[in-house]
């Protein structure tokens, strides 16, 4: 389910996968990402297998924008710079 395509967006089996650079990792960490949202909850689940690291974010403002880890910028950069 993790095995993602470069070429199709870094697109995997109902999850995306890809290279994120990481505060305290030295260059890319491989990102596992999965996201939802339903009734008005939005959620992310992301999983840092290299680095032993799984994140799940749950919140219920549709207004919240998680961004994008991977351009460096948003709430989910902010949380994996700690």
Known sequence: MSTEDPNLGYVGLGAWASPAKLKGCDGSTR????????????????????????????????????????????LLHDVFRQ
């Open 31 to 74: 990102l596992v990402e999965r996201r939802g949202e339903i009734g008005g909850v939005q959620v992310r689940n992301f999983i840092a297998r290299d680095v032993g690291i799984a994140v799940v974010m749950l919140n219920n403002d549709t207004a919240t924008n998680f961004d994008d880890v991977r351009r460096g910028q948003g």
